[in-house]
């Protein structure tokens, strides 16, 4: 189904994406990136940019040059620009990448809180053990084609080895 530009308009605003590998102006400040996607957006969050930033971990960073930032600051601060106006869903792309374990539960613990206010979550990753801890649901992307979804209850439940057995039993038949 191709969308119009008028629907494609409505919906975009309801979304929050972050990328595997995000890409800021080495000289922007934690703070600008984020004012500038409000800008963008031509919204008005309901938190301010410094309580946005504390959310993700990186009180006292809004001054802060991006160039300055490790590889998992500059995740925090992308998951912060996806959050910043409160989208009904967030699609995160490989969101652990270059966070530390405690960095890891910290992201975990707010998807976690996120979820239960009602944001959709949509997270696509391959630390499959992380995703036995946080989803719901697994769906298995094969070849770009939805192959499998699955309640990962049940999944758990019938594979010993967890995800990983899931995944290499159907994607693989079994071959390990």
């Known amino acids: ?65 991006v160039s300055s930032f490790s590889l998992g600051m500059k995740q925090r601060l992308a998951l912060a620009r996806a959050m910043i106006h409160s989208p009904k869903l967030l699609i995160l792309d490989e969101p652990n990448n270059g966070l530390d374990p405690t960095g890891v539960v910290d992201l975990r613990n707010l998807l976690e809180r996120i979820a239960a206010s009602g944001t959709a979550i949509i997270v696509a990753s ?31 439940e019938e594979y010993e080895g967890g995800l990983e057995a899931f995944y290499h039993h159907n994607i693989h038949g079994g071959v390990q």
């Open 1 to 65: 189904m191709e969308l119009s530009e008028a629907t494609r308009d409505e919906i975009l605003p309801l979304m929050g994406i972050m990328i595997e590998s995000p890409e800021f102006r080495a000289k922007s400040t934690a703070s600008e990136v984020l004012e500038l996607h409000i800008a963008m957006l031509d919204c008005t969050p309901e938190q301010s940019v410094t309580e946005i930033l504390q959310k993700v971990g990186l009180e006292g960073s809004e001054k802060a040059q």
């Open 126 to 156: 391959h630390v499959l053990t992380e995703l036995e801890r946080s989803a719901h649901t697994v769906a298995v992307l094969n070849h770009g084609s939805l192959s499998l979804k699955r309640d990962i209850g049940s999944v758990l």
